[in-house]
Protein backbone atom coordinates (compact mmCIF):
# COMPACT_ATOMS: atom_id res chain seq x y z
CA UNK A 1 0.00 0.00 0.00
CA UNK A 2 1.02 3.59 -1.22
CA UNK A 3 1.73 6.03 2.45
CA UNK A 4 4.06 8.85 0.07
CA UNK A 5 6.67 9.82 2.69
CA UNK A 6 6.65 13.73 1.56
CA UNK A 7 3.11 14.04 2.80
CA UNK A 8 1.23 14.64 5.92
CA UNK A 9 -1.54 12.36 7.27
CA UNK A 10 -4.71 12.97 9.51
CA UNK A 11 -6.61 10.15 11.64
CA UNK A 12 -9.68 10.36 9.21
CA UNK A 13 -7.34 8.93 6.72
CA UNK A 14 -6.84 12.27 4.67
CA UNK A 15 -3.21 13.42 3.45
CA UNK A 16 -1.91 16.63 3.10
CA UNK A 17 0.69 18.33 0.89
CA UNK A 18 1.74 21.64 1.91
CA UNK A 19 3.63 24.26 -0.07
CA UNK A 20 3.91 27.98 1.67
CA UNK A 21 0.78 28.62 3.08
CA UNK A 22 -1.62 26.29 1.25
CA UNK A 23 -2.33 22.97 1.61
CA UNK A 24 -4.24 20.21 -0.74
CA UNK A 25 -6.07 17.67 0.57
CA UNK A 26 -7.20 14.36 -0.65
CA UNK A 27 -7.95 11.02 0.64
CA UNK A 28 -5.63 8.04 1.46
CA UNK A 29 -4.85 4.93 -0.39
CA UNK A 30 -6.36 3.54 2.34
CA UNK A 31 -9.71 4.78 2.45
CA UNK A 32 -10.38 4.38 -1.01
CA UNK A 33 -9.59 1.15 -0.73
CA UNK A 34 -11.92 0.84 2.35
CA UNK A 35 -14.63 2.91 0.39
CA UNK A 36 -14.66 0.72 -2.76
CA UNK A 37 -15.90 2.29 -5.91
CA UNK A 38 -15.95 6.35 -5.59
CA UNK A 39 -19.05 7.36 -7.63
CA UNK A 40 -19.28 11.08 -5.93
CA UNK A 41 -17.58 13.81 -4.50
CA UNK A 42 -19.22 16.81 -3.03
CA UNK A 43 -17.33 19.83 -1.83
CA UNK A 44 -19.86 23.12 -1.24
CA UNK A 45 -17.68 24.53 0.98
CA UNK A 46 -15.50 26.53 -1.77
CA UNK A 47 -14.52 30.03 -0.64
CA UNK A 48 -15.70 29.57 3.01
CA UNK A 49 -13.23 29.33 5.90
CA UNK A 50 -13.74 26.53 7.92
CA UNK A 51 -12.05 25.51 11.87
CA UNK A 52 -9.83 22.39 11.38
CA UNK A 53 -11.90 19.12 11.74
CA UNK A 54 -15.26 20.70 10.36
CA UNK A 55 -16.66 18.76 7.93
CA UNK A 56 -15.92 20.04 4.23
CA UNK A 57 -17.73 17.25 1.90
CA UNK A 58 -18.99 14.07 0.83
CA UNK A 59 -17.38 11.46 -0.71
CA UNK A 60 -19.80 8.55 -2.13
CA UNK A 61 -18.82 4.94 -2.81
CA UNK A 62 -21.40 2.74 -4.05
CA UNK A 63 -22.32 1.08 -0.62
CA UNK A 64 -21.76 4.17 1.69
CA UNK A 65 -21.42 7.75 2.24
CA UNK A 66 -18.16 9.47 4.02
CA UNK A 67 -17.76 12.93 5.92
CA UNK A 68 -14.78 14.28 4.56
CA UNK A 69 -13.09 16.63 7.32
CA UNK A 70 -10.89 19.62 7.49
CA UNK A 71 -7.17 18.69 8.46
CA UNK A 72 -6.41 22.48 9.01
CA UNK A 73 -8.28 25.49 9.57
CA UNK A 74 -8.31 27.67 6.70
CA UNK A 75 -10.30 29.27 3.60
CA UNK A 76 -11.26 26.27 1.04
CA UNK A 77 -9.53 27.97 -2.26
CA UNK A 78 -9.86 25.28 -5.36
CA UNK A 79 -12.01 22.42 -5.32
CA UNK A 80 -10.51 20.04 -7.97
CA UNK A 81 -13.56 20.06 -10.50
CA UNK A 82 -12.33 17.35 -12.85
CA UNK A 83 -14.20 15.21 -9.92
CA UNK A 84 -17.13 15.72 -10.73
CA UNK A 85 -17.63 14.17 -14.22
CA UNK A 86 -14.63 11.43 -12.94
CA UNK A 87 -14.89 10.79 -9.34
CA UNK A 88 -13.25 7.43 -10.08
CA UNK A 89 -9.92 8.98 -10.11
CA UNK A 90 -9.71 9.16 -6.35
CA UNK A 91 -9.49 5.33 -6.47
CA UNK A 92 -7.14 5.46 -9.39
CA UNK A 93 -4.93 8.35 -8.24
CA UNK A 94 -5.31 9.12 -4.69
CA UNK A 95 -2.11 10.84 -4.47
CA UNK A 96 -2.06 12.66 -7.61
CA UNK A 97 -5.22 13.70 -10.13
CA UNK A 98 -7.60 12.53 -7.64
CA UNK A 99 -6.41 15.72 -5.20
CA UNK A 100 -10.27 17.19 -3.51
CA UNK A 101 -9.50 20.76 -2.30
CA UNK A 102 -6.59 23.76 -1.97
CA UNK A 103 -7.10 25.56 1.76
CA UNK A 104 -5.37 28.96 2.78
CA UNK A 105 -3.43 28.08 6.06
CA UNK A 106 -5.16 29.71 9.08
CA UNK A 107 -2.90 28.35 11.54
CA UNK A 108 0.72 26.96 10.42
CA UNK A 109 0.77 25.59 13.73
CA UNK A 110 -1.98 23.09 13.47
CA UNK A 111 0.54 21.32 10.88
CA UNK A 112 2.27 20.14 13.77
CA UNK A 113 -0.43 18.05 14.52
CA UNK A 114 -0.81 15.95 11.26
CA UNK A 115 0.53 12.35 11.53
CA UNK A 116 3.59 11.58 9.64
CA UNK A 117 3.81 8.48 6.88
CA UNK A 118 5.46 6.53 10.04
CA UNK A 119 2.74 7.58 12.27
CA UNK A 120 0.13 6.66 9.65
CA UNK A 121 1.34 3.59 8.79
CA UNK A 122 1.27 1.97 12.31
CA UNK A 123 -2.04 3.66 12.99
CA UNK A 124 -3.85 1.57 9.95
CA UNK A 125 -1.36 -1.35 10.78
CA UNK A 126 0.33 -1.65 7.48
Do not use: R
Not at 103 to 111: G, M, P, Y
Amino acid sequence: MSIPANLKYTKDHEWVSIEGDVATVGITHFAQKELGDIVYVEVETLDQTLDKDEVFGTVEAVKTVSDLFLPLTGEIIAFNESLESAPETVNSDPYGAGWMIKIKIADASEVDGLLSAEAYTQLIGA
